[in-house]
């Protein structure tokens, strides 16, 4: 590998990283559980902890009459909206049948002990990302 090459792609590598934001460790959010991380716009996100101790991001509504999905509990892959006992999926926020509707999911990734989201989703309109990852389903963001 070349001089130029090896500097691309240090530049890339820094690229990429900058596009991520840490937002909490893996020690915050407990097993079975969630833990909620404000965007800038006062509206939080949820990171919960699967039964498959992965994580995952969602915001922190239901599609249903906006409950704080992070009070909900956490069994296999899906959570139980506090409120009305709706479940949603964690993998990509739909409410599971006879329910229909969808919350936004966001990007993560963990690198070690570190838990990053994207830094782009963090800024973005709730619409905007309703859009991108409800497709056309019912969504939280309007409770």
């Given at each position: 590998m070349?001089?130029?090459?090896?500097?691309?792609?240090l530049?890339?590598?820094a690229?990429a990283d900058?596009?991520?934001?840490q937002?909490?460790?893996l020690?915050?959010?407990?097993a079975?559980?969630?833990?909620?991380?404000?965007?800038?716009d006062?509206?939080?996100?949820?990171?919960?902890r699967a039964?498959?101790?992965?994580?995952?991001?969602l915001?922190?509504r239901?599609?249903?009459k906006?409950g704080?999905l992070s009070?909900?509990?956490?069994?296999?892959e899906?959570v139980?909206?506090?409120?009305?006992?709706?479940?949603i999926?964690?993998?990509?926020g739909?409410?599971?049948?006879?329910?229909?509707g969808?919350?936004?999911?966001?990007?993560?990734?963990?690198?070690?002990?570190?838990?990053?989201?994207?830094?782009?989703?963090l800024?973005a309109p709730?619409?905007?990302?309703?859009?991108s990852?409800c497709h056309?389903?019912?969504?939280?963001s309007?409770?």
């Open positions: 070349s001089a130029a090459d090896f500097a691309a792609d530049a890339s590598a690229h900058a596009a991520w934001t937002v909490c460790t020690a915050d959010i407990p079975l559980g969630a833990r909620r991380v404000r965007r800038p006062g509206v939080d996100i949820a990171l919960f039964e498959s101790d992965r994580i995952y991001a915001l922190d239901c599609p249903h906006g704080p009070q909900g509990i956490v069994f296999g899906s139980a909206c506090p409120l009305h006992n709706w479940t999926r964690l993998g990509d739909r409410a599971q049948a006879p329910d229909d969808c919350t936004p999911a966001f990007a993560v990734k963990v690198e070690g002990e570190q838990v990053y989201l994207r830094r782009d989703q800024h709730i619409a905007a990302m309703a859009a990852t056309g389903a019912a969504c939280g309007a409770a």
